[in-house]
Each structure stands twice: as C-alpha cells, then as structure tokens.
C-alpha cells in the first residue's frame, strides 16, 4: 500500500555529515507521520526523529542539536540531516511512516547503513 525507498546512507569520520532521504509512493494514502529508526547488532531499534504533517518534530536526546529532520510534503520525502557525526551513531537506519490508506498503519523501508569512522 505504501512503499518507502531510502537513499544517502554510507561512511563518514567522526564530525563529518551525511543526508539521509525517504520518499513514500503508492496509491490513495496521506501522510500523517514520518521519521527515522535506527538499530545495531544486538539491539533495540531505537527512535531517531520523527515529523509531523504539519511539521512539528521530535528528536531523540542523543541526536539533539545535530541531526535535523525535515520534510517535502510534494515530494511525499522525508530528510535527515546528520551533522557532527559519531562512531556512536554507526546503525542501521530505518524510515518509517505512518499513513491512511484504506486504514491507519505504519510502514517501514529497508534500511540504509550509516558508518561512522573514528
């Protein structure tokens, strides 16, 4: 019903930066919420950030004050900008979404894997 295609992960050094994009296709759905996940080996996935349809975010206390996320409601793509990058933030990193189509549910897209260097 919806389907979430991820772009722009790959290796960086410790302060260096990556954009990390998501854009949502498919047939009859709106968008309520988007944002990211990410996950290491062994662990919980975690949450990263989120957005809104009308823009109010969220962000994890790790992440705060240098990823932002942001999005292209007319592009259906949602966008995280990650600065001042850490070996810490190496993970996989998910986009998600939660949108109506013939109902209220939440989808995934594959993963996009971030390494960060030291």
């Known amino acids: 019903q919806v389907q979430l295609v991820e772009s722009g992960g790959g290796l960086a050094q410790a302060g260096g930066s990556l954009r990390l994009s998501c854009a949502a296709s498919g047939s009859r759905f709106s968008i309520v919420t988007m944002g990211w996940y990410r996950q290491t080996s062994g662990n919980e996935r975690e949450l990263v950030a989120t957005?809104?349809?009308?823009?109010?975010?969220n962000y994890a206390d790790p992440v705060k004050g240098r990823f932002t996320i942001s999005r292209d409601n007319a592009k259906n793509t949602v966008y995280l900008q990650m600065n001042s990058l850490q070996p810490e933030d190496t993970a996989v990193y998910y986009c998600y979404t939660i949108a109506l189509t013939n109902y209220r549910g939440r989808y995934w897209g594959q993963g996009t894997q971030v390494t960060v260097s030291s």
């Open positions: 957005i809104t349809s009308d823009g109010n975010t």
